[in-house]
């Protein structure tokens, strides 16, 4: 049963704080978007939640905020 | 004067060169559609003409299309890494959907329920245009999802 099961099971829910970072920068989506050389609508996605960045642009993003990845993302646990 | 007039033009903005590449890829996909369409007609009207004149007439409209998919296929190139998920379930689905669509209408014809304006199935050019309304939709599901 846990084999049929394990397709239908979720991946791994991650939180993050992008929204927080870019808004004590006052950076608009846009901007951010321009500094990772990605598209303004991927960093809304990150932000809603609804697209999980690769790890480059994870490593990118912790980068351009000086943080450690797991300061900017974290799973719900 | 003309290095003048060469030295004074700037260099287009990201986002105009982004609009004059889409341009340049809608005027091959324009000009695809025009050859096919004249070369269908040109092939239908000319029912006498030599084999191998005919077959080049009928594959005339790849020219411009293999320049047209050129163009795309660089497109992708530029796309980030969401952009080429979305593009990567776009065109699965379209394939996917194509492959039914197509299945579908030719057992409809073998037996005799099918359209009979298309009593061959759906030809080659219903195929692309079934495959490129399905990538459009299948964009925009897409799209909705990670809006």
């Not at chain 1, 979720?10 to 920068?25: D, F, G, M, Q």
Request: charged content about 20%; hydrophobic content about 45%; proline content about 5%.
């Amino acid at each position: 049963m846990e084999y049929w099961n394990r397709s239908r099971q979720s991946p791994l829910p991650v939180k993050n704080k992008l929204r927080e970072l870019r808004a004590a920068r006052a950076w608009s989506q846009s901007n951010l978007a321009e500094q990772l050389s990605v598209s303004r609508q991927t960093i809304n996605a990150i932000e809603t939640g609804k697209y999980d960045p690769s790890l480059p642009l994870a490593f990118k993003l912790a980068r351009l905020f000086a943080l450690p990845i797991e300061e900017i993302f974290s799973d719900v646990d | 004067m003309t290095k003048e007039y060469i030295a004074d033009t700037e260099p287009l903005s990201e986002r105009d060169l982004k609009i004059k590449k889409d341009l340049v890829a809608t005027a091959w996909l324009g000009a695809t559609t025009v050859t096919y369409l004249v070369t269908l007609f040109l092939v239908q009207d000319n029912p006498n003409w030599a084999p191998l004149l005919g077959v080049g007439m009928a594959l005339l409209p790849l020219l411009p299309g293999i320049m047209y998919l050129r163009k795309l296929w660089g497109s992708f190139q530029s796309l980030d890494e969401m952009q080429r998920r979305i593009q990567l379930e776009a065109w699965s689905f379209a394939m996917a959907g194509t492959v039914v669509v197509t299945t579908v209408l030719n057992v409809l014809n073998a037996h005799g329920l099918g359209w009979e304006n298309y009593p061959h199935g759906l030809e080659i050019g219903g195929v692309f245009i079934t495959m490129f309304m399905l990538w459009s939709i299948g964009t925009a599901v897409a799209k909705a999802r990670y809006r």
